[in-house]
């Protein structure tokens, strides 16, 4: 009986001792929640629509979407060690706005739990240039040219028109909309379009995920699909075979058109009507 509870005791005096640890741990890493994000700068530039807008942002993540006025609002957002340790510029003229974000020293790393968010409203017709180094990108309701980057996270647009570039280096990317150009290469995630509207030409790239694609049903295209390690599959009618296996599928959707390539290294590719 005496070794039992002595047994009990040295267990929750374990139990104390790991959760006061574990419980250090975490204040060092001072892990901040979205509560804590604060606005660290903010500005409001009158200008004309059809201009660009360029973003830099140094691990941090970016969102813009469009409004009916001829001016663009940028506001920062972040916790106290984006304050410290990060330097902010928006700065702007009739052609071009620009906001960079970056780290005041070099030697700063993802253990100073950093948080940002950059928000900018722009005029529905706007061309934008968004780069980001570790953080994910949403971008919706825009026409115009459009290039989004990251390095570390996931990209969304969405009710976008004109020409639209996308890379992201480790995420997904997942893109709605029609009546544009689209380039998207992804190095390490899933890629997801469901488009609507006439084909300008997509051209869809992955390393390490899957595609899938939604299309209108009267979609005009020329079709180059492929996989290295995974399947292909059309549920639309496709005539003009030239080949087809498992593995790639080549062809026309309605007569033929603008081309629709898609291709992975290690993933499935599938298109199917919306």
């Not at 691990?59 to 940028?74: F, L, M, P």
């Not at 061309?127 to 980001?132: F, G, K, P, Q």
């Not at 380039?183 to 084909?199: F, H, Q, R, T």
């Not at 079709?223 to 059309?234: K, N, R």
């Amino acid at each position: 009986m005496f070794l039992a509870q002595y047994l009990y005791k040295q267990l929750v005096i374990l139990i104390i001792l790991f959760s006061t640890i574990s419980f250090s741990a975490c204040s060092a890493l001072n892990i901040p929640s979205d509560d804590d994000l604060q606005l660290i700068k903010e500005k409001t530039i009158n200008i004309s629509p059809g201009k660009e807008l360029k973003v830099d942002v140094s691990g941090g993540d970016v969102i813009v979407t469009s409004w009916k006025k001829s001016e663009v609002e940028v506001k920062i957002w972040g916790n106290e060690n984006a304050m410290e340790k990060m330097n902010f510029s928006i700065e702007g003229n009739d052609e071009l706005i620009k906001v960079i974000a970056e780290r005041k020293s070099s030697a700063t790393s993802w253990f100073s739990s950093i948080q940002l968010e950059v928000e900018v409203k722009v005029p529905e017709q706007f061309n934008v240039d968004l780069n980001t180094s570790g953080g994910d990108i949403k971008y919706g309701g825009v026409e115009g040219n459009a290039r989004l980057n990251t390095s570390g996270g996931d990209i969304w647009g969405e009710k976008f028109m004109g020409n639209l570039k996308i890379s992201t280096s480790g995420g997904d990317i997942s893109l709605i909309g029609g009546d544009t150009r689209i380039d998207a290469e992804n190095s390490g995630g899933d890629i997801k379009l469901d488009y609507n509207g006439v084909n300008r030409g997509i051209d869809l790239s992955t390393s390490g995920g899957d595609i899938e694609v939604k299309l209108p049903e009267k979609f005009s295209a020329s079709v180059d699909l492929s996989t290295s390690g995974g399947d292909v599959s059309c549920s639309m009618d496709m005539s003009n075979i030239k080949k087809l296996s498992g593995s790639k599928l080549v062809g026309d959707l309605n007569g033929g058109g603008e081309k629709l390539s898609a291709h992975t290294s290690g993933g499935d590719v599938s298109v199917d009507s919306r």
